[in-house]
């Protein structure tokens, strides 16, 4: 090194969803500059293979849209990172599949799309919050809580009412975490990835062409360098 | 006092007892601890989430039913969850009280309790037939998931529904490191802390290993608190030293809370940042010289939480605290109503304020 920056602290990073897709993406990403980062996924052989070819990850297997896992999701997320620094609610469902028009789509499966894209992160952010307050309380830099989003929760697409009206209802959720928790420290944003080359846009759109679709790893960087910057924005007035 | 059965946190005709530093009873509903505290004051809680501490299984060699009750640890460092000291309790749960509960076979070091999908093995007894210290075979990752969805938090009698992780969580919780939850903090949601803010009252966290409170073993239980590490933050320190400079108390939130800055400021170099283990015991001949107040849980006679109130009181007005929990039927235990408990002039600041006191009692004496 030919010049001195500060050294990095290294973050107490978690992702849920993160065995595939993007998620995948933040965890190595995470995981490659150092980060500690617990990631939350529900297959168990798949938790593992992460796991062991991302030394250092913590996996843990647990369905975040399940009431019953979650805080002992929290737990194995606290525990194993002793602090939280970053949550990325990343996980989420596309609710039936194939998509289906709203006057198609069966309740159990709307009611699945929520309780996986809206009632989980809302869980989980709960359980945690203890966790997050505490870190921003001994850092500088702020907690960030990510809900990833996308142009569904925006634009009303046909054939799209489950994930998209269950994305709204997700982004508002943290546009209203963020008011409540910026006394705390604690800023959550969503950020929509855009269109990606994944295994859910793969579901939901069969014959995209994956050349035409952002790359997982690339908008994993994108990610970061925006909770980088959320990290070091000034904070409100303190609640202390 | 009478059992709080229902395990509801923050129950809305929730009560507060609170003794003054003169010794004068008064009382609040406790969803108006932020308006009873002053503007300056500090209030420090136990931001410790509590382990499912009870883990059922096999003693493998008798194939005898088991409940293990995860007790301490050596440190709240994060991979340090190998070893645990344990209560082992023969076959039975909660609804039976502990002090019916069957001793567990024989235990010898080398045996193995299958736990779930854990298996761990008694490496040391501890003195006592029900405790042993005993290591978990797999890594940190596997231990923690195994307890996190095999284990049940720790319960007794007085509450027959099964508790979950939710119900033992205070709304604070951070780190998972208590073996029971440090149910003073029950009385804190997010909402209090906005109050506290906006009303010029400054709020701090610590982490501290809250123990178990009960075995129903009376040699065991006259052992208890076992120790239990803590951790205090460099911020919390700052805290606590700006409230004494503009003269604020220093409000210890739960029992665990006064334990261990007191413990920590018993050190040599006073109180700073870090991790500790406290071992020691708090009570009426403790000279207390960190925490001002306590809100705590109501506690009966004979159990070391009471004792611990001592060090705030003189015995004459805990029998008038005991008389007045039993008199207006506060509710005790975890879920039950709470105490505020100023350290009383006589036992910190010496005779001016003692005489004030006086001065305030011949007053009120005056007027009735």
Known sequence: MTHSEPARTALRVAVTGGTSGLGRALVDAFAARGDAVAFVARDAARVRAVAAAVPGSHGIVGDVADKDSVHAIALQIGGALGGLDVLVHNASTLGPVPLALLADTECEDFEQALATNVLGPFRLTKALLGLLASSARESRDRGVVVHVTSDAAVTPYAGWGAYGASKAAFAHLGRIWHEELAPHGVAVIDVDPGDMDTPMHAAAIPDADPATLKRPRDAARELIERIDRERAAPRMADAR | ?368
């Open chain 2, 1 to 368: 006092m009478k059992a709080a059965t229902a395990p509801v946190q923050r129950p809305s005709d929730a009560r507060l007892l609170v003794v003054d530093a003169c010794g004068r009873l008064s009382q609040r509903p406790r969803s108006a601890l932020a308006e009873t505290l002053a503007p300056g004051d500090l209030v420090v809680a136990n931001d410790a989430a509590t382990w499912p501490a009870s883990l059922v299984g096999t003693h493998v060699a008798t194939g005898s039913a088991i409940e293990v009750r995860l007790a301490g640890r050596a440190s709240l460092v994060a991979d340090d969850v190998e070893t645990f000291s344990a209560v082992v309790f023969g076959a039975g749960d909660h609804r039976t009280p502990t002090e019916r509960r069957p001793l567990p076979p024989a235990l010898t070091v080398g045996d193995a309790l299958a736990l779930g999908p854990l298996t761990a093995h008694v490496i040391k007894g501890l003195g006592h037939p029900r405790l042993v210290e005993l290591r978990f075979d797999d890594d940190a990752d596997t231990i923690r998931a195994g307890i996190a969805r095999h284990g049940r938090p720790v319960q007794y009698a007085h509450v027959e529904t099964p508790l979950a992780l939710w119900d033992v969580w205070t709304r604070i919780a951070a780190l998972p490191a208590a073996f029971e939850p440090p149910s003073a903090g029950f009385a804190l949601d997010w909402r209090m802390l906005d109050r506290f803010a906006a009303r010029g009252i400054a709020f701090a966290t610590l982490t501290h290993a809250a123990g178990l409170s009960s075995t129903g073993d009376p040699a065991l239980d006259a052992r208890l608190p076992l120790d239990e590490p803590y951790v205090i933050s460099a911020t919390t320190v700052a805290a606590i030293a700006a409230a004494r400079r503009r003269g604020g108390r220093v409000v210890a939130v739960g029992t665990t809370v006064a334990r261990a800055l007191e413990h920590a400021a018993a050190r040599p170099g006073g109180l700073h940042a870090g991790s500790g283990l406290a071992d020691n015991r708090i009570g009426a001949a403790t000279r207390l010289t960190v925490v001002d107040a306590i809100v705590s849980g109501t506690h009966e006679p004979g159990t070391s939480h009471h004792a611990l109130l001592a060090a705030f009181v003189p015995a004459s007005t805990l029998a008038r605290v005991d008389a007045a929990l039993d008199a207006f039927g506060y509710r005790t235990h975890e879920y039950g109503d709470s105490v505020l408990i100023e350290r009383a002039h006589e036992r910190s600041r010496g005779d001016a304020e003692t005489s004030r006191c006086r001065a305030v009692a011949a007053e009120a004496a005056l007027a009735a």
